[in-house]
């Protein structure tokens, strides 16, 4: 069996799982929330498996030593790796707080992840290394970044989950925040996968694809009428999710999941990333970008996007410990964090130019 | 005396301004967003390629007067406008003062070692426990404190009225963990501004089998290194078949008044270090000349070997045969399209190839590709004809640097790993137990409190309570 068999089963346990899930929080009993578990930690081994199938692979082709075989050096792989860090965080999560009750929310969208990452036809082909990559920091820094990526996200989640339960006021400027929020982030989302859909025979190397090609079905496409259609279409969305907002809060209380936790979690999380992020993402960059370039800080596009990035969540800390900020106001901060983070991980790669042109090859 | 006081008060005043944390939201501010503007425009970039972005945002008409704007203002190389490095210099003035404001009330904290508390003080606290022993008073303390000492916690004990109070604390210090933190910052920026101030960063490009006594800054001024560092050699290796870079290597000597002291094959993540300087590996080029040498090991078919070095158009001869060579074309890429035409698909030596012509007796024999990387194009009719590089036709670019602030830098790193691990991963722990006489047994009451981490302290507390609860 190679690793895209391994990614196949894990997709389909990761779905499974959140059938299980659902059926745990309708029926409460306890032997289904254990089905539910396994199949999610069966899917997380199976994922694993596959994950060190392909370091091997690309070992065997590489002919480099293992640290630096990592696979991790294109969108495809780097997509992986995240979904990989997201399921293991939610198992922490589910471990230590003994609360099943978001388990239905992320394992579906691990699976449609992957789904997708096997649909697209994004590059899976192994690339050997270019030189600015032979470095034993590959690994220190990259796995790094991505552990604080996958924590910022489920910051994102649980910040934006309190913000959804805890607004009700149609015109207050919170529900406002939160609607746009998520109807852009899933307009954004649905927009690049229809790309991906659309284009999909098309495309040979991801990063000049995604270059001449996002959006290119939807917001820039050359028919004016299309592109309209896919504004207008984002403005109804988020109309939608304005108006019908009141549901997703019905939704979430339903799963029993309090405010308090989900304040504490997204801290939680932040307080996680943040120092991950700042050791493996700012810190070992520079000591690496130092040995390869001759300069630890460039203020190239993608390290002054981590550092603004890195401002928010210091905002958020320094907010929370010093102001004494609680409940929405610092959940918004937290949403603007993973903002930064989508854009330092992918919107730097996709659209500006600079130095680390890696992830989106 | 009144312009005392009125100086006094502008002082105050700027003190203030520095001391909030409103300054620093609003700086913070200021920096990310220019920064992103600054990620959007290319910096010490080509004007054209700017106007050509800009174009897309305000349209080609008002474009150049846009650029000639941001120019002014500094955003087409703003990480090094003075502006910038004001806005860095109010950040790291606002960091200090901030840290100074709030640091008496918490050295007062981490200077103030855990004391015996009342026991209105001990029931207001939140992590509690109580336990009923069968030992007396004395007994009972004895073990608990031996239990404390066993997780790590060294308890004093104070007599009082019906029994001991036993407290202990853990991790004072932790609450250091944000100066710290604070502190690696600066020190990250101190050595930034030494390698600003007494360093360079330079670029030099050396042909093979040049050398230079200087570097070029990107203005074009030269910087005298002290000593000279010649190429020897550079090469460019691929992945099997393909155009995918394996490895840059510059082959690097140092010398100094004509001598050679050091020596070193550098490639993209392992540079050159001499005297404080630092030669890496940053690019390369393609710029033959006539002087270019053709490297080849010739054998016969009757085993003979020899190698050869000549230049384009010079004739070498096959060891023990009467038949010469000569270049007479080359390509530094050849390819070749579907028609089996051949052409030169790039500028760079992705794929060195020789049109060498043979003769014997000055007669033409016959004319042959010869390409390094594919050895099945060695063999000629009168034996093996390997080429094996075209010396001095490339150019290695190096980026030179030194930084006498860098170890500042690093250390600053280091320290900020600390600081974080201590902020956030340790946390400072109090722990009281008291136990009085109850009809005979002892009742213990455990009371703690963390300012971290209330939850996994909490276990920390249930396991000190089962031990003192357990007999030994």
């Given at each position: 069996m190679d690793s895209s068999q391994f990614f196949g089963i894990a997709s389909i346990a990761y779905i499974l799982a959140m059938v299980a899930y659902i059926a745990y929080l309708a029926f409460k009993n306890s032997v289904v929330g254990v089905i539910a578990t396994t199949i999610t930690v069966v899917g997380f081994i199976s994922h694993t498996i596959a994950f060190i199938l392909r370091w091997k692979e690309f070992y065997e082709i590489g002919q480099m030593g293992i640290l630096r075989a990592i696979p991790l050096t294109n969108l495809y792989e780097s997509l992986i790796f995240f979904v990989w860090c997201v399921i293991l965080a939610y198992l922490i999560i589910e471990w230590k707080y003994k609360n099943r009750s978001f388990g239905a929310f992320i394992t579906p969208i691990a699976g449609m992840a992957l789904a997708f990452i096997d649909i697209s036809g994004m590059d899976k082909n192994i690339h050997p290394l270019i030189p600015a990559l032979q470095s034993n920091w590959l690994l220190a820094h990259v796995t790094m970044s991505f552990l604080s990526y996958a924590a910022f996200a489920i910051s994102f989640a649980t910040s934006m989950m309190y913000l959804i339960i805890t607004t009700e006021d149609k015109k207050s400027a919170p529900y406002i925040f939160w609607t746009i929020a998520l109807g852009v982030f899933v307009s954004v989302f649905l927009a690049m996968g229809i790309d991906f859909l659309v284009f999909k025979v098309a495309m040979s190397s991801p990063e000049s694809f995604i270059k001449s090609?996002?959006?290119?079905?939807?917001?820039?496409?050359?028919s004016g009428a299309v592109s309209l259609v896919s504004y207008v279409g984002t403005a109804a969305f988020i109309f939608v999710i304005w108006k019908y907002g009141y549901l997703l809060r019905n939704v979430i209380t339903s799963f029993s999941i309090s405010q308090d936790l989900l304040d504490d979690l997204t801290y939680k999380s932040v307080a996680v990333g943040f120092p991950i992020f700042t050791l493996g993402g700012l810190i070992f960059g520079a000591v690496w970008a130092d040995q390869a370039?001759?300069?630890?800080?460039?203020?190239?596009p993608k390290e002054t996007w981590s550092l603004v990035t890195w401002f928010v969540y210091a905002f958020y800390l320094h907010a929370r410990f010093l102001r004494g900020w609680r409940g929405r106001r610092i959940a918004v901060v937290a949403v603007v964090g993973f903002v930064c983070t989508v854009f330092t991980y992918l919107g730097v790669n996709l659209l500006l130019s600079g130095l680390h042109s890696y992830g989106g090859g | 005396m009144s312009g005392d006081e009125k100086n006094k008060g502008i002082v105050e005043r700027i003190w203030d301004l520095f001391s909030s944390i409103k300054l620093a939201v609003v700086v913070f501010t200021i920096i990310s967003a220019t920064s992103i503007v600054g990620t959007v425009i290319e910096q010490q970039a080509e004007p054209e390629r700017n106007i050509k972005l800009l174009a897309k945002f305000v349209g080609v008409d008002f474009a150049p007067t846009a650029f000639r704007i941001l120019d002014t203002l500094g955003f087409t190389d703003m990480f090094r406008s003075w502006w910038f490095m004001a806005l860095l210099f109010i950040f790291t003035a606002n960091l200090v003062i901030c840290s100074f404001e709030r640091l008496p009330k918490i050295w007062k904290l981490v200077k103030e070692p855990v004391k015996p508390v009342t026991a209105e003080r001990l029931n207001a606290l939140s992590i509690k426990r109580e336990i009923i022993l069968k030992e007396k008073v004395d007994k009972a303390a004895e073990h608990a404190g031996a239990v404390l000492k066993r997780n790590g916690f060294r308890a004093g004990e104070r007599k009082e009225d019906n029994g001991v109070q036993l407290y202990a604390e853990k991790g004072r210090y932790s609450r250091l963990g944000v100066y710290i933190t604070h502190l690696s910052i600066l020190l990250i920026l101190g050595g930034a501004v030494i390698g600003m101030v007494f360093g360079f960063n330079g670029s030099l490009n050396l042909p093979e089998g040049m050398s230079s006594v200087v570097a070029y800054k990107s203005s074009g001024m030269q910087i005298p290194l002290g000593f000279e560092v010649r190429c020897d050699n550079f090469n460019v290796s691929f992945y099997d078949?393909?155009?995918?870079?394996k490895s840059y290597k510059s082959w690097l000597t140092i010398l100094e008044s004509g001598k050679e002291v050091k020596g070193k094959v550098i490639d993209v993540n392992n540079p050159l270090q001499y005297k404080g300087i630092t030669f890496y590996q940053a690019s390369y080029g393609y710029a033959p000349t006539r002087n270019s040498i053709f490297k080849f090991s010739v054998t016969s078919n009757a085993g003979t070997r020899g190698e050869v070095n000549v230049k384009f158009g010079e004739p070498f001869t096959i060891p023990g045969t009467a038949v010469t060579g000569k270049v007479i074309d080359f390509s530094p890429a050849i390819g070749m399209d579907e028609s089996g035409k051949l052409y030169t698909y790039?500028?760079?030596?992705n794929n060195p190839a020789a049109f060498v012509e043979f003769s014997e007796n000055g007669k033409m024999k016959y004319r042959q590709w010869i390409l390094v990387r594919l050895p099945q194009t060695w063999k000629v009719a009168d034996g093996t004809v390997e080429f094996k590089h075209l010396w001095g036709a490339q150019y290695t670019g190096l980026q030179v640097r030194r930084d006498p602030g860098v170890w500042l830098v690093y250390l600053g790193c280091m320290v900020m790993a600390m600081g974080l691990y201590t902020a956030f991963f340790m946390g400072h722990s109090r722990i009281w137990i008291w136990v009085r006489d109850d009809k005979g047994g002892a009742k213990v009451t455990i009371a703690a409190s963390v300012n971290k981490n209330k939850i996994s302290f909490e276990h920390k507390v249930d396991k000190i309570a089962k031990e003192i609860g357990s007999k030994k």
């Open positions: 090609y996002l959006f290119k079905a939807t917001y820039r496409n050359s370039w001759g300069r630890y800080w460039s203020w190239d | 078949n393909t155009d995918t870079p790039a500028e760079m030596m």
